[in-house]
C-alpha cells in the first residue's frame, strides 16, 4: 500500500488567478501572456515571439469594472488547455496548473475553515474522481512541457 499524498486546500478561488494568463496569441498562435491591471482598470496582452501587443481599458463604463480572467479581455484562446473525454481541462497559469497538480495528485484532501465557495469546490467533477487521476496527471504534464 503506498503512502497517502496530502493536499490542504489553499482556500484559492478561480479569481486569484485571473491577474495574468497564459493564451494563444491572436496574431501568431504561440504562447503571450495576458495581464490585467484591476487597480488601473487596463489590460495588456503581449507575444515575445512576434511582438504583438495590445492594451485596452476593463471598464464597461465610467464606474463600472469588468473583472475576469486576463486573456478575455481579448478574446484569446487559452494557452493551458486540452480536451478530457467530453470536458475542457484547463489552467490559466502555470501557478494555476500547480494548484490543480496538486489537489489531483493528492489521495488525502483536507479543505479547512472554507469562506465561501473556493475554487476546488466548483471544479466539473472529473477534476475530483480518483480513477481519472493518472489521466489527468499525464495532461498536466503535456501542458507543462508546453508552457
Known amino acids: 500500500m503506498s503512502t497517502p499524498v496530502r493536499f490542504s486546500d489553499a482556500n484559492l478561488t478561480l479569481a486569484d488567478f ?13 504562447k503571450a501572456t495576458a495581464r490585467a491591471d484591476y487597480v488601473l482598470k487596463l489590460a495588456r496582452l503581449t507575444c515575445p515571439h512576434c511582438g504583438y501587443h495590445k492594451e485596452v481599458a476593463t471598464t464597461l463604463t465610467e464606474k463600472m ?22 470536458e475542457i481541462f484547463f489552467a490559466y497559469n502555470d501557478r494555476h496548473l500547480a494548484y490543480l497538480e496538486a489537489y489531483i495528485r493528492g489521495t488525502l484532501r483536507e479543505h479547512r475553515d472554507r469562506k465561501g465557495f473556493t475554487l476546488l469546490e466548483r471544479l466539473p467533477k472529473f477534476y475530483h474522481l480518483a480513477a481519472n487521476r493518472k489521466p489527468l496527471l499525464r495532461i498536466i504534464e503535456m501542458l507543462k512541457a508546453k508552457g
Open 65 to 86: 469594472a469588468l473583472v475576469q480572467p486576463a486573456h478575455g479581455y481579448f478574446d484569446a484562446a487559452l494557452w493551458l488547455q486540452a480536451p478530457f473525454r467530453d
Open 18 to 30: 485571473y491577474a495574468e494568463v497564459w493564451a494563444a496569441c491572436p496574431a501568431c498562435s504561440s
